[in-house]
């Protein structure tokens, strides 16, 4: 069955950064391309950007760019993001979701919590 | 970027309910709206995709319907299981953005 299993929760300084793991099992994983999402209490959610994981190609939400950057390794089926020059308003769960374009769809990882704290 | 007004953000409701959550699209966006329901401490989950299709496993007591540039969910016969927050999400245009969400709770 198709399983997104994202990286367990990050403590973080200020100004520090923190890579994101999402693997995926059950399917081919190019494919399908990988969204990232974040979601906060006071935003909601929000869509950061997205990777052709077959490519390596990226698009980012103009809010997001500088602050994530997205990669993948094909060879694990893995998709990663980093965050970086982190601010207490980064602390949120970050989800990744499959799509067959930038769309997030049926399938989702369970989220990671970031949290921002000196 | 396309915003999407949802309504209300909060509805009470009884169990046996038929309830209707809208979405209104700033910006013509087709029939490129999803519905998702996000459970406490749980991802979100797809329930309408298309506007109006059902997602796989969902209850049919669930429907999807557009009028002009506005969304809704309808759910009808509300059930226990059936309290969660609920977002549209539109896709015709990048980025994608979600609805405010709407929290279905008990009355």
């Known amino acids: 069955q198709v399983q997104l299993q994202q990286s367990g929760a990050e403590l973080a300084k200020p100004g520090s950064s923190v890579k994101i793991s999402c693997k995926a099992s059950?399917?081919?994983?190019?494919?399908?391309?990988i969204s990232w999402i974040k979601q906060t209490t006071g935003q909601g959610l929000e869509y950061i950007g997205y990777?052709?994981?077959?490519?390596?190609?990226?698009n980012y939400n103009e809010k997001f760019k500088g602050k994530a950057t997205l990669t993948v390794d094909k060879s694990s089926s893995t998709a990663f993001m980093q965050l970086s020059s982190l601010t207490p308003d980064d602390s949120a769960v970050y989800y990744c979701?499959?799509?067959?374009?930038?769309?997030?769809?049926?399938?989702w990882g369970q989220g990671t919590l970031v949290t921002v704290s000196s | 970027d396309i915003q999407m007004t949802q309504s209300p953000s909060s509805l009470p409701a009884s169990l046996g309910d038929r309830v209707t959550i809208t979405c209104r699209a700033s910006?013509?966006?087709?029939?490129?709206l999803r519905w998702f329901q996000q459970k406490p401490g749980k991802s979100p989950r797809l329930m309408i995709y298309?506007?109006?299709n059902l997602a796989a496993g969902v209850p049919s007591r669930f429907s999807g319907s557009r009028s002009g540039s506005d969304y809704s969910l309808t759910i009808n016969s509300l059930e226990s299981e059936d309290m969660a927050i609920y977002y549209c999400?539109?896709?015709?245009?990048?980025?994608?953005?979600f609805g405010g969400g709407t929290k279905l709770e008990l009355k």
């Open positions: 999400l539109q896709h015709n245009e990048y980025p994608p953005t």
């Open positions: 979701a499959r799509g067959l374009y930038y769309s997030p769809g049926a399938y």
């Open positions: 910006q013509d966006i087709g029939n490129y």
């Open positions: 990777i052709n994981t077959g490519s390596g190609g990226t």
């Open positions: 059950g399917y081919t994983f190019t494919s399908y391309y």
């Open positions: 298309g506007a109006t």
